[in-house]
């Protein structure tokens, strides 16, 4: 038996009121028996709400279903990339009607965002998802059967329009049920499956590569669809959105199915308590109190685009081939591999998110995303391609991938569905969701552009110096919400405005 010891770096200092808000860091020294993993032992040093019990498999179950829309996310923003050769060449596409059939899931998505927030807080989390994934079906389907390019298109925007309601109505109902001290494993196991999506729309590119079967591609998307819209009827509608349609009764049910008994008055009180505080409006959000709050979740959105991830998800074949990687099948094999990557390292971001907290998972995936798009840089400086350049952008971007699913892809989703008052928290996430894809749709339309005006080194540099301005903001702007319930984190951003010297 070892010892294991090491040093540990965690935003805040000790004590429980100030550690939430304060971006103050700490570093801390440990050296345990090396029986304890790495995992249990960041547990123990900073799970201070680790009292809880272990959360129910009834909880964990709704939660997989709902993240079946995450599936779908990645899937159907993944899956272009390799049916659009064979679009293009069935329906003679100009490139500009090439870039509308590419983009139209992005306006969509937007379009989504816009209208989805003001639906969720209406109808409740339950009855939107449903009608998402109703509309999934329909533009499987649609997509599929496309007998014309404005078809295929018209198909590709109900999609888009799903992918965006669906992006922050997953992560949003998952964070109204699950207890505070798994959230943040629950809410990201949507991220996991988003990155799960993408490497399943690769792998169906991939293997309907030959005999072109674009429509079987955006077909597929139906079965998990499906398995969501029948999940779905057997899925609870969030006690937190109940009760703030004062329908305290059915709260109070779903409640008792999803807790402990005797937590089930606590958490009803605590909602109550915190309902009466907010007024449920858009002047709510832009006062004092809950503007930081809307900074921080659009503030995160901008940032976990402008860092360019979806330059390497929707063109990492691309990026290959210009590191020297010259044959189609070493370039795609080399995308599958980064896709697991994100895969991988997304498990273990959700194994410790709960532990570590958020904003130390943000901030070192940030130092190491820029380091990685340093090196990458780095790479495309040198004139001649040698097979040593094309190892060292491969590293690069599997680098960069890892510390994006490290912190930025899971955490900024969570962040969002935590740090807004119930009333309104559809439309503020909404708000934040708009702008995530308004910038994933002006980095997919810029990044061909950027290269060509910039060169390969600086496009990546300038994705980097991008990550300098987002590790400082993350620094000074965002607070640590592990192992709070979401009113004690609504509840803190209130005292903050009362108390402006207590907390920094
Ligand atoms: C982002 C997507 C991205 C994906 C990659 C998500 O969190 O919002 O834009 O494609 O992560 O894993």
């Given at each position: ?23 103050a ?51 159907d ?9 064979f ?5 003679s ?27 969720a ?34 198909g ?15 992560p ?27 490497v ?42 109940l ?5 305290a ?5 779903v ?12 958490e009803?009180?605590e ?22 709050a ?6 995160l959105?901008?940032f ?20 020297g ?13 980064v ?31 820029i ?36 912190g930025?892809?899971p ?20 708000v934040?969701?708009v702008?995530n894809?308004?910038?994933?749709l ?25 990550g300098?301005?987002a590790?400082?903001?993350v ?6 919400t ?8 609504e509840?803190?951003?209130?005292t903050?405005?009362?108390?402006p010297?207590?907390?920094?």
């Amino acid at each position: 038996m070892g010892v294991e010891f090491g040093l540990l770096w965690a935003p805040g200092s000790p004590d429980r009121e100030t550690r939430y808000f304060s971006p103050a860091s700490a570093l801390q020294f440990y050296f345990l028996p090396g029986k304890n993993n790495r995992g249990e032992l960041l547990c123990q040093l900073h799970n201070h709400a680790g009292s809880r019990p272990p959360t129910g498999h009834f909880v964990a179950l709704i939660s997989w279903i709902s993240a079946l829309a995450g599936l779908l996310f990645g899937y159907d923003t993944g899956v272009i990339s390799g049916a659009i050769l064979f679009v293009q060449k069935d329906f003679s596409l100009t490139t500009f009607e090439e870039e509308v059939v590419v983009a139209a899931v992005l306006l969509g998505a937007v379009v989504g965002a816009i209208f989805g927030g003001r639906f969720a807080d209406r109808f409740g989390r339950r009855n939107v998802l449903i009608a998402v994934a109703i509309l999934f079906i329909v533009g499987a389907i649609g997509t599929a059967l496309a007998l014309t390019a404005t078809w295929l298109a018209i198909g590709r925007v109900i999609v888009g329009v799903a992918i965006g309601v669906a992006s922050f109505t997953a992560p949003l109902y998952i964070s109204e049920v699950s207890p505070a001290n798994v959230r943040g494993k629950l809410v990201s196991l949507n991220q996991l499956m988003i990155t799960i999506g993408i490497v399943a729309s690769y792998l169906a590119d991939y293997g309907l590569a030959d005999m072109r079967g674009w429509r079987w591609m955006f077909g597929l998307a139906a079965i998990p669809a499906i398995i969501l819209a029948v999940g779905l009827l057997f899925v609870p509608e969030s006690p937190r959105w109940l009760m703030s349609r004062s329908r305290a009764a059915q709260a109070r049910s779903v409640l008792e199915r999803i807790r402990e008994t005797s937590e089930v008055d606590v958490e009803l009180a605590e909602i109550e308590a915190s309902l009466h505080q907010q007024q449920g409006s858009w002047r709510e959000l832009l006062s004092p109190a809950l503007r930081p709050a809307l900074v921080v979740g659009i503030g995160l959105a901008i940032f976990q685009q402008f860092t360019g991830i979806n330059t390497v998800i929707y063109y990492a074949p691309t990026i290959f081939q210009f590191a020297g990687l010259h044959s189609a099948s070493a370039a795609i094999l080399a995308t599958v591999g980064v896709g697991i990557v994100n895969v991988l390292l997304t498990i273990v971001a959700l194994r410790v998110i709960d532990c570590a907290g958020r904003r130390p998972l943000l901030l070192y995936g940030l130092v190491g995303m820029i380091l990685s798009l340093g090196l990458l840089g780095f790479a495309f400086l040198s004139s001649t391609l040698s097979s040593m350049v094309a190892w060292i952008a491969v590293i690069s971007l599997a680098l960069y991938v890892a510390c994006f699913a490290i912190g930025l892809g899971p955490v900024f989703w969570l962040m969002i569905a935590e740090i807004y008052p119930l009333k309104i928290r559809g439309r503020a996430m909404g708000v934040a969701t708009v702008a995530n894809w308004g910038s994933n749709l002006i980095v997919a339309l810029t990044f061909l552009s950027l290269l060509h005006v910039l060169g390969r080194p600086w496009t990546f540099w300038l994705y980097g110096i991008v990550g300098i301005v987002a590790w400082i903001f993350v620094y000074r702007l965002v607070p640590e919400t592990k192992g709070r319930t979401l009113e004690e984190i609504e509840a803190r951003w209130r005292t903050r405005v009362q108390q402006p010297k207590s907390v920094t």
